[in-house]
């Protein structure tokens, strides 16, 4: 907690000057009259004065405290560093109070909501483990004129929307007599970034696309990948001429080269089930937050190559963000994330409806549990549709059923298993199923997605 | 069952600065009594003065602060009126300041939360205004004793007419400034 002098700007609420409705007096108040009010007709009537002495400091403190009254309420401002935090990193509130009246409050107590994935504590920095904790009221002085400011601070656990606020306090002054009504100001949103799982694939994209990226092609063109040495012909560039072929032929030859390309690829998030318990960063992961960090963690190793990402819901909402390149649709995709919910619903497109807005030469990368039997249907749908899928299951490793009776277990393992041959099934309609594992995931499958995208294949349409 | 568990587990989240303020109600409580209450009372008495100086500390906002402050007085009128004892004035003054830390600390007590982290300054600051309201309590117990002849005064019924007027109006005049705009 530090003091400093009062800033200008608006502190909320604006306070009014009706005092009988902004301070009520306490109880203390009237137990300090009564039992002076006894005392003394106690002490006329009997003729004590021993009883005047027993009265006095109380009459005294009465009339000490309420000399001065205070007259408007406390002015209060709740306010954030504005930062975008990824989970785990620091964020810094700040609840301001002001005091602007004509006399000093005793105390006054500052509560301050935020959601439970905000670790905010606060106190003085150098103060022990007994002085800080989360979610405490915290009780400071502000003297009059003066504005007061409770500095909170810890990390931020989780991704999403969180919310900060709303603040409240209420002061007290009269030394206990009068307490004030409560100001409260309205909640602050925090947006927490998701923590991008360390990923990186290195296999040749199944079928780059654009003009210009970092993929190699499997066309010929202009590009740093070398395909053959090729006879000379018209149109090709002299710089091109493998001049150490040429003259063991005695034939002009050029180095022909693949041409460099970029790709587009989805990523499509299985938003109709969740499992799991989220216990943010280094704790637990739901399967909500092992496919938003996967998909934040895709989405920037392909855009980074140069890539062209785009973003798909399956769920109730459906919400889709077009494909786009650079730092810029890093930054929409992490916003767009940060909106993912778990989304059930009783009708939900198929593979086919899908793929109807997906390009036919882009990667896409469906995140999904397998736990909706529509998602596995959606995806051979998807490759039944001729595009290249590939499946990360996002179902924890660490899931584990809770015993409700003597058959649970079976049936846990049952379930298992008609899941394994799902994503057998699957496999056979060529959707290999990875499990997510961050870099290198999707390695061995790109390399079998590449293979089939270079063999011809029949397509149903 | 489960309201209790909550408040036990409730126990672990209070902090030092609350914690003191609900022992200095507490021993004022404790105090009050055990120096208003007559001479030779047995030694069970004194457990019962201890539960009873509990309930203040455990409850600083409840009425129970009232009934143990009007108890404390009480026991004092018992022993002064009935026993006729005669107090010194180490213990008339020792009662006096019991009395009002117990009100004053219960007063502050009852608007701490219990789990608050609370600044230094703030319990600084009250110290210093309970020091100063029982510095000039002080200095007029010592003017009254200096003054007035002794503990007890026989008054004329137009004097005592005449103090229960200056009483009404003192209360009447506290009151007022509780209420007054």
Same mark, same amino acid.
């Given at each position: 907690?530090?003091?400093?002098?009062?800033?200008?700007?608006?502190?909320?609420?604006?306070?009014?000057?009706? $005092?009988?409705?902004?301070?009520?007096?306490?109880?203390?108040?009237?137990?300090?009259?009564?039992?002076?009010?006894?005392?003394? =007709?106690?002490?006329?009537?009997?003729?004590?004065?021993?009883?005047?002495?027993?009265?006095?400091?109380?009459?005294?403190?009465?009339?000490?405290?309420?000399?001065?009254?205070?007259?408007?309420?406390?002015?209060?401002?709740?306010?954030?560093?504005?930062?975008?935090?990824?989970?785990?990193?620091?964020?810094?509130?700040?609840?301001?109070?002001?005091?602007?009246?004509?006399?000093?409050?005793?105390?006054?107590?500052?509560?301050?909501?935020?959601? +439970?994935?905000?670790?905010?504590?606060?106190?003085?920095?150098?103060?022990?483990?007994?002085?800080?904790?989360?979610?405490? +009221?915290?009780?400071?002085?502000?003297?009059?004129?003066?504005?007061?400011?409770?500095?909170?601070?810890?990390?931020? =656990?989780?991704?999403?929307?969180?919310?900060?606020?709303?603040?409240?306090?209420?002061?007290?002054?009269?030394?206990?007599?009068?307490?004030?009504?409560?100001?409260?100001?309205?909640?602050?949103?925090?947006?927490?970034?998701?923590? $991008?799982?360390?990923?990186?694939?290195?296999?040749?994209?199944?079928?780059?696309?654009?003009?210009?990226?970092?993929?190699?092609?499997?066309? +010929?063109?202009?590009?740093?990948?070398?395909?053959?040495?090729?006879?000379?012909?018209?149109?090709?560039?002299?710089?091109?001429?493998?001049?150490?072929?040429?003259?063991?032929?005695?034939?002009?030859?050029?180095?022909?080269?693949?041409?460099?390309?970029?790709?587009?690829? =989805?990523?499509?998030?299985?938003?109709?089930?969740?499992?799991?318990?989220?216990?943010?960063?280094?704790?637990?992961?739901?399967?909500?937050?092992?496919?938003?960090?996967?998909?934040?963690?895709?989405? &920037?190793?392909?855009?980074?190559?140069?890539?062209?990402?785009?973003?798909?819901?399956?769920?109730?909402?459906?919400?889709?963000?077009?494909?786009?390149?650079?730092?810029?649709?890093?930054? $929409?995709?992490?916003?767009?994330?940060?909106?993912?919910?778990?989304?059930?619903?009783?009708? &939900?497109?198929?593979?086919?409806?899908?793929?109807?807005?997906?390009?036919?030469?882009?990667?896409?990368?469906?995140? $999904?549990?397998?736990?909706?039997?529509?998602?596995?249907?959606?995806?051979?749908?998807?490759?039944?549709?001729?595009?290249?899928?590939?499946?990360?299951?996002?179902?924890?490793?660490?899931?584990?059923?809770?015993?409700?009776?003597?058959?649970?277990?079976?049936?846990?393992?049952?379930?298992?298993? &008609?899941?394994?041959?799902?994503?057998?099934?699957?496999?056979?309609?060529? =959707? +290999?199923?990875?499990?997510?594992?961050?870099?290198?995931?999707?390695?061995?499958?790109?390399?079998?997605?590449?293979?089939?995208?270079?063999?011809?294949?029949?397509?149903?349409? | 069952?489960?309201?209790?568990?909550?408040?036990?587990?409730?126990?672990?989240?209070?902090?030092?600065?609350?914690?003191?303020?609900?022992?200095?109600?507490?021993?004022?409580? @404790?105090?009050?009594?055990?120096?208003?209450?007559?001479?030779?009372?047995?030694?069970?008495?004194?457990?019962? @003065?201890?539960?009873?100086?509990?309930?203040?500390?455990?409850?600083?906002?409840?009425?129970?602060?009232?009934?143990?402050?009007?108890?404390?007085?009480?026991?004092?009128?018992?022993?002064?009126?009935?026993?006729?004892?005669?107090?010194?004035?180490?213990?008339?003054?020792?009662?006096?300041?019991?009395?009002?830390?117990?009100?004053?600390?219960?007063?502050?007590?009852?608007?701490?939360?219990?789990?608050?982290?609370?600044?230094?300054?703030?319990?600084?600051?009250?110290?210093?205004?309970?020091?100063?309201?029982?510095?000039?309590?002080?200095?007029?117990?010592?003017?009254?004793?200096?003054?007035?002849?002794?503990?007890?005064?026989?008054?004329?019924?137009?004097?005592?007419?005449?103090?229960?007027?200056?009483?009404?109006?003192?209360?009447?005049?506290?009151?007022?400034?509780?209420?007054?705009?």
């Amino acid at each position: 907690m530090s003091q400093g002098a009062s800033p200008e700007g608006d502190l909320e609420p604006v306070a009014s000057t009706d $005092t009988g409705e902004n301070w009520a007096p306490t109880r203390a108040l009237g137990r300090a009259v009564l039992v002076a009010g006894l005392l003394l =007709v106690a002490a006329v009537l009997l003729g004590r004065t021993d009883l005047v002495i027993l009265a006095a400091p109380l009459a005294l403190s009465v009339a000490f405290a309420l000399a001065k009254r205070p007259r408007t309420l406390p002015g209060l401002r709740l306010s954030t560093v504005e930062s975008f935090p990824v989970e785990g990193g620091d964020l810094g509130a700040t609840v301001e109070v002001e005091n602007r009246d004509i006399t000093g409050y005793d105390l006054t107590v500052v509560h301050l909501q935020h959601s +439970p994935w905000l670790r905010l504590e606060g106190g003085a920095a150098d103060a022990g483990p007994s002085r800080r904790g989360g979610n405490r +009221p915290y009780v400071t002085l502000v003297p009059r004129g003066v504005a007061t400011a409770v500095e909170l601070a810890g990390p931020a =656990v989780r991704w999403g929307r969180h919310w900060l606020g709303p603040a409240s306090a209420h002061a007290v002054a009269a030394d206990g007599l009068l307490v004030s009504r409560a100001v409260v100001t309205g909640a602050l949103g925090v947006k927490v970034y998701p923590l $991008t799982d360390p990923f990186k694939a290195d296999e040749a994209m199944p079928r780059a696309a654009g003009l210009v990226g970092q993929h190699r092609s499997r066309r +010929p063109g202009e590009g740093g990948e070398l395909a053959g040495v090729r006879q000379f012909g018209p149109g090709d560039r002299l710089r091109r001429v493998d001049w150490r072929v040429s003259l063991r032929t005695e034939r002009l030859h050029v180095a022909a080269t693949l041409s460099d390309r970029d790709a587009e690829v =989805v990523v499509l998030l299985d938003l109709l089930a969740d499992a799991g318990r989220s216990g943010g960063i280094g704790g637990a992961s739901s399967v909500l937050d092992r496919s938003v960090r996967a998909a934040a963690a895709i989405a &920037e190793h392909y855009l980074h190559r140069g890539d062209r990402v785009s973003v798909l819901e399956y769920g109730a909402q459906a919400r889709r963000l077009r494909p786009a390149s650079g730092r810029r649709q890093y930054l $929409t995709v992490l916003e767009w994330l940060l909106d993912a919910h778990p989304s059930p619903t009783a009708q &939900e497109r198929g593979g086919a409806q899908l793929a109807a807005g997906i390009s036919a030469a882009a990667l896409v990368v469906v995140l $999904t549990p397998l736990l909706d039997a529509r998602s596995a249907s959606m995806l051979a749908g998807l490759a039944r549709s001729g595009r290249f899928v590939v499946a990360v299951d996002t179902l924890p490793t660490d899931l584990v059923s809770p015993p409700v009776n003597t058959w649970s277990d079976v049936s846990y393992r049952l379930w298992k298993a &008609e899941r394994e041959n799902t994503m057998g099934q699957l496999a056979e309609h060529g =959707v +290999p199923v990875v499990a997510w594992a961050g870099a290198g995931s999707l390695d061995a499958v790109l390399r079998d997605v590449s293979r089939l995208a270079a063999a011809p294949k029949a397509v149903l349409r | 069952m489960k309201q209790l568990l909550s408040q036990v587990r409730d126990l672990g989240r209070i902090t030092g600065g609350p914690l003191l303020v609900r022992g200095v109600v507490f021993v004022a409580a @404790f105090t009050g009594l055990l120096l208003a209450a007559p001479g030779g009372l047995p030694a069970r008495m004194m457990l019962a @003065f201890l539960a009873l100086a509990a309930v203040p500390a455990l409850a600083p906002g409840g009425v129970v602060v009232t009934l143990v402050m009007l108890a404390t007085v009480g026991m004092w009128l018992v022993d002064t009126v009935l026993f006729l004892a005669e107090p010194s004035t180490g213990r008339l003054l020792g009662t006096a300041v019991a009395l009002y830390l117990l009100h004053n600390a219960a007063a502050l007590a009852a608007v701490l939360p219990y789990d608050a982290i609370v600044d230094n300054q703030v319990l600084l600051r009250w110290a210093v205004r309970s020091g100063l309201v029982l510095a000039a309590a002080g200095a007029l117990t010592v003017l009254l004793v200096t003054v007035l002849p002794g503990m007890y005064i026989t008054t004329p019924t137009v004097a005592l007419v005449v103090g229960l007027a200056v009483v009404a109006v003192a209360v009447a005049l506290l009151t007022r400034l509780g209420r007054r705009p």
